[in-house]
């Protein structure tokens, strides 16, 4: 649980914007903070590899892309500490093993519930994937739009920025990119 010191240094912050901490509508908010801040972050507790449980049964014949797509993204940009948010596409072609499909939406929450950027958390999530299941392929694209670019800095609202990682026969045929693109798009 959190530390007499923890609750402070939320107190101090709420100080140092000009802000009374001990006014009636603010007297709880260190703790709703903190408790707040322990679930935006909680993939720092998590093990992607006990998420990534895959079996066999099931799985002797498929040879096609198994796709999620959008699955929600919730994360903060590690450089201003503002909420990130979009939707996550991920796909791969199985060799000999597949996961359950709640598995890909787990992996999304276990690194984006970390500070981040986009770019590295769509790469963790590909990374993950490919190390794990060893599949013939895989693909994750994520889009999100950035309270950082948003709300502050240069304001530009509704920008939406897209990465994509691509590993294996997903990135090595033309096709079956192509393929993964256009079921994601549908």
């Given at each position: 649980?959190?530390?007499?010191?923890?609750?402070?240094?939320?107190?101090?912050?709420?100080?140092?914007?000009g802000e009374d901490p001990d006014r009636e509508g603010l007297k709880e908010t260190p703790l709703r903070f903190l408790k707040a801040f322990e679930e935006?972050?909680?993939?720092?507790?998590?093990?992607?590899?006990?998420?990534?449980?895959?079996?066999?049964?099931?799985?002797e014949s498929v040879?096609?892309?198994?796709?999620?797509?959008?699955?929600?993204?919730?994360?903060l940009c590690e450089h201003h500490l503002a909420p990130f948010f979009g939707k996550a596409h991920i796909g791969y072609v199985p060799d000999q093993r597949i996961l359950g499909l709640s598995k890909m939406s787990r992996l999304v929450e276990v690194y984006a519930r970390r500070l981040q950027v986009q770019e590295r958390l769509t790469?963790?999530?590909?990374?993950?994937?490919?190390?794990?299941?060893?599949?013939l392929g895989v693909a994750v694209v994520i889009e999100c739009?950035?309270?950082?670019?948003e709300s502050?800095?240069?304001?530009?609202?509704?920008?939406?920025?897209?990465?994509?990682a691509l590993r294996g026969s997903v990135k090595n045929n033309p096709d079956t990119r192509k393929e993964f693109l256009s079921l994601i798009r549908r």
């Open positions: 649980m959190f530390q007499p010191e923890d609750l402070d240094v939320v107190r101090k912050l709420l100080a140092m914007i935006y972050t909680s993939g720092y507790r998590q093990n992607p590899e006990e998420i990534l449980k895959s079996f066999e049964d099931g799985a040879d096609e892309m198994v796709i999620v797509r959008d699955i929600p993204v919730y994360s790469n963790q999530i590909a990374d993950a994937l490919d190390t794990f299941l060893q599949p739009r950035h309270m950082c670019m502050r800095g240069v304001r530009h609202v509704g920008a939406g920025t897209v990465t994509s």
